[in-house]
């Protein structure tokens, strides 16, 4: 009877129900043990039931990829095809959400390599305007990008690209530079051939000095915004932020520089707001 339910499940079940509620209830050890099932008719029930969640995540990767990973996790094939379909699926028919869940999913499970590659396409979904400093998936960014620099320089590279298109927050792009600049890359266990060169990487040379760049930018966009629409409550607030911008050029080898000729540019294309500008020059000069 419960190998009819699932072969028929299309008929009987949404592809959710079919995987989150028919194929986990199938395939429990309460099950197992309530109808006394002996070891072939066990193999035949996981059989059934990696099936069902195959055809469900084909039909809606979204909700069931998860649960069809979980459940494919001790058939190397169905796992693998499972993976496959994800991947697939991921430009069309997944959130960034779900994608950093099985990226997680896939690092639980020793897999940093795939972990790595579901994160690299949760970040190509994603966007991260410069006032979303609270966005939901910044946690998700930075776990992506400490896996990333656990792996080594080649992953670190291919994803700044990544990040540099997907996020233009300001504070999160310089919190992911300091991050980086702490260590060197490839600190990650239980990925062969990888050996961690002991040097932290330099911001002067790619793929660094792009994230420097592009953070920098962040920073002078985001200034302009805020004083588009600036009332004097939030002038305080304002030297604050500028004070994390100046941390971020002194970074740069000519950041001094820089930030000089950026804050001149502020006092005389906002002179008009002199209360703010005097602020600006009690602070920076």
């Known amino acids: 009877a419960l190998i009819n339910i699932m072969q028929s499940w299309y008929s009987l079940f949404t592809p959710t129900e079919a995987t989150t509620i028919v194929a986990v209830t199938v395939t429990s050890h309460s099950t197992v043990l309530r109808l006394n099932l002996d070891y072939a008719q066990r193999e035949e029930l996981d059989s059934c039931a990696r099936t069902l969640a195959l055809q469900c995540t ?14 494919c996790e001790k058939n190397h094939v169905a796992f693998e095809t499972a ?59 930075l776990w992506a990008c400490s896996l990333s620099h656990s792996l080594g320089k080649t992953e670190l590279a291919a994803i700044v690209p990544l990040v540099i298109k997907s996020v233009q927050c300001a504070p999160v792009l310089s919190d992911i530079l300091r991050r980086w600049t702490m260590s060197a890359p490839g600190l990650a266990t239980g990925v062969p051939g990888r050996r961690n060169s002991g040097k932290v990487m330099s911001t002067e040379k790619a793929p660094l000095c792009q994230l420097l760049d592009a953070t920098i930018g962040a920073y002078v966009c985001t200034t302009h915004s805020r004083l588009t629409h600036i009332s004097p409550r939030h ?3 304002f030297i604050e932020f500028l004070s994390k911008a100046r941390e971020t050029f002194l970074i740069a080898h000519d950041g001094h520089l820089q930030f000089t000729q950026f804050i001149d540019n502020l006092k005389q294309t906002y002179k008009g707001k002199k209360k703010l500008m005097m602020l600006v020059r009690e602070r920076f000069g």
């Open 235 to 237: 002038y305080g607030e």
């Open 58 to 71: 084909m039909k809606d990767p979204q909700s069931c990829a998860l649960s069809a990973l979980t459940l």
């Open 83 to 141: 993976y496959q379909i994800v991947v697939d699926s991921a430009a069309t028919g997944m959130s960034y959400s779900h994608l950093f869940t099985i990226a997680r999913y896939m690092e639980h499970k020793g897999f940093p390599i795939r972990a790595y590659k579901m994160a690299s396409l949760g970040l190509s979904h994603l966007g991260v305007a410069y006032n979303q400093d609270t966005h939901p998936a910044i946690n998700d960014v």
